[in-house]
């Protein structure tokens, strides 16, 4: 196996792939080497605890793991890691990712998941609190982070209303 990124993005399906792009494409904005990957909880939960177990030993040092409905994902990647693992709860079409959001988040004590908002929201501030931790033992991170929230907020001074 290649050696490890530092963010590893996980997603319960491919049909999460177009929401978590988002945190794909905000982790390649900053430069961070990170990998993608089809891994569920419930489909595939053999592979998923291989991954997982491996990740710390190849030099990953946060979890991002998406998922929806009955989404256990982000506390199964838990259970087998000390690694940070972040929940990006997917927004699903029969309960609006509520769903989703309550699996993530309601973890019992002792074996945490930091979650996130639901959706695009979930998955663009995910990869930005993984830089942010990546960023606590990385000096030039903190700088280009706090560019970007000067970036923001020049944007959001800059709007004009009709
Ligand atoms: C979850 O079930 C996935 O994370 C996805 O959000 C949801 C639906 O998966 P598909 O039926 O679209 O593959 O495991």
Redesign the pocket.
């Known amino acids: 196996m290649a050696a490890a990124p530092l963010v590893a993005i996980l ?6 792939w177009e929401t978590m792009r988002q945190a794909d494409e905000m982790l390649t904005r900053f430069e961070i080497p990170h990998e993608c990957r089809v891994l ?4 595939t939960p053999a592979e998923t605890a291989e991954y997982i177990g491996q990740a710390e030993s190849r030099g990953t040092e946060v979890i991002i793991a ?6 256990h ?1 982000a506390g199964v990647c838990a259970a087998h890691t000390i690694l940070p693992v972040l929940g990006v709860p ?1 927004e ?1 079409a029969s309960l609006k990712g509520m769903d ?1 959001l309550l699996s993530t988040v309601q973890m019992p004590a002792g074996i945490p998941v930091g979650t996130l908002a639901i959706g695009p929201a979930g998955a663009r501030n995910a990869a930005l609190l993984a830089i942010a931790i990546l960023a606590t033992s990385r000096p030039p991170l903190r700088d280009r982070l706090r560019q970007f929230r000067d970036e923001q907020r020049r944007k959001v001074l800059a709007e004009t209303l009709p």
């Open positions: 997603m319960g399906s491919k049909s999460d569920s909880a419930h489909r998406a998922a929806g409905g009955a989404a994902l997917m699903s989703s």
